[in-house]
């Protein structure tokens, strides 16, 4: 069983900044890339940033400059930093990792339970 816990959501003004953590935890493996996603009421769930093991990332063009991911690879955490905050960006965080099972070696794709962020102008 492997399971992916964000903590870190949480309400803030407008040019603030949070930061969002998720462990995984589990029968794992190895990691590839872990990553945030995000989903506003109404809307589809879009991508926000990724990391990958090497540490190659990639950011929304929405995002940038303004957030940033990383990993900690010993504790199979990944971060995101969110600075300058605006009421768009309030929606449900979402990490999720691609990760190899050391049970049966197979490669999935978790997703955790989500955070709220909710950016107040």
């Known amino acids: 069983q492997v399971q992916l816990v964000e903590s870190g959501g949480g309400l803030v003004q407008a040019g603030g900044s949070l930061g969002l953590s998720c462990v995984a935890s589990?029968?794992?493996?190895?990691?590839?890339?872990m990553g945030w996603y995000r989903q506003a009421p109404g809307k589809q769930r879009e991508l926000v940033a990724t990391v990958t093991s090497g540490g190659t990332t990639n950011y929304d063009d929405s995002v940038k400059g303004r957030f940033t991911i990383s990993r900690d690879n010993a504790k199979n955490t990944v971060y995101l930093q969110m600075n300058s905050l605006k009421p768009e960006d309030t929606a449900v965080y979402y990490c999720?990792?691609?990760?190899?099972?050391?049970?049966?070696?197979?490669?999935?794709?978790?997703w955790g339970q989500g955070t709220q962020v909710t950016v107040s102008s």
């Open positions: 589990g029968s794992i493996f190895s990691i590839n890339a």
């Open positions: 999720n990792a691609h990760l190899k099972r050391s049970d049966n070696f197979v490669s999935y794709a978790y």
